[in-house]
């Protein structure tokens, strides 16, 4: 059974750079692709990218300048990063597994936990 | 404002089958395939249906899925007090590279 684990800063100032990192339990890296999506307290979801296990990315034009997802396949885990934080950025932040097919059909079968991230001066 | 338009709220007693609607356009609901996310008060979203009309494994076929043009649903029927929560249909749009999902609609069982 895959399980997806992520960890990261729950309260930074703004201005700082959020990093998160979500480990894979259960499954392989190869084959799919990795996402964060967030959900700012009481909103809707919102997908910030994702990260193949070769590396290749795909990211959210709105987030793109400040995001980096990267992959790690010796540890079987990947992270994200966001910088130049602000408190539109306080949200839970979420992984998830991608299936590879169909093309773009973003099909997010495993979630990880969710990890609340606040932005306060 | 979602680019994907989900009622805010829908509801219906014990047994009733609900139906909650997703509208988008031809870049995204109309070129691409529907996804339904069911998330429960407190966690994390949970696959509900994929492909439009797909079921994961462990999900009751009470839950069931559509899709015709720029358009698709969810149906619930049998509708049970565990099933309320918060759903979201979901979309690759080819016009703003990027996955999109609806603003969310909550259902409560009466």
């Known amino acids: 059974q895959v399980e997806l684990q992520q960890w990261g800063a729950g309260l930074l100032k703004p201005s700082e750079t959020l990093s998160l990192t979500c480990a894979v339990y259960?499954?392989?890296?190869?084959?799919?692709?990795w996402s964060w999506i967030r959900q700012p307290p009481g909103k809707g979801l919102e997908w910030i990218g994702e990260v193949s296990h070769r590396g290749n990315t795909n990211y959210n034009p709105s987030l793109k300048s400040r995001v980096t997802i990267l992959v790690d396949t010796s540890e079987n885990h990947f992270s994200l990063k966001l910088t130049s934080v602000t408190s539109a950025d306080t949200a839970v932040y979420y992984c998830a597994r991608g299936r590879p097919q169909p093309a773009y059909s973003f099909i997010f079968d495993y979630w990880g936990q969710g990890t609340l991230t606040t932005v306060s001066s | 404002q979602s680019v994907l338009t989900q009622p805010p709220s829908a509801s219906g007693t014990p047994g009733q089958r609900v139906t909650i609607s997703c509208s988008g356009s031809?870049?995204?609901?109309?070129?691409?395939?529907v996804n339904w996310y069911q998330q429960l008060p407190g966690t994390a979203p949970k696959l509900l249906i994929y492909?439009?009309?797909q079921r994961p494994s462990g999900v009751p076929d009470r839950f069931s899925g559509s899709k015709s043009g720029t358009s698709a649903s969810l149906a619930i029927s049998g509708l049970q007090s565990a099933d309320e929560g918060d759903y979201y249909c979901?979309?690759?749009?080819?016009?703003?590279?990027?996955?999109?999902f609806g603003g969310g609609t909550k259902l409560t069982v009466l």
């Open positions: 031809t870049s995204n609901i109309g070129a691409h395939a």
């Open positions: 979901a979309a690759w749009d080819d016009g703003l590279n990027v996955v999109l």
């Open positions: 259960g499954g392989s890296l190869t084959g799919y692709f």
């Open positions: 492909n439009g009309n």
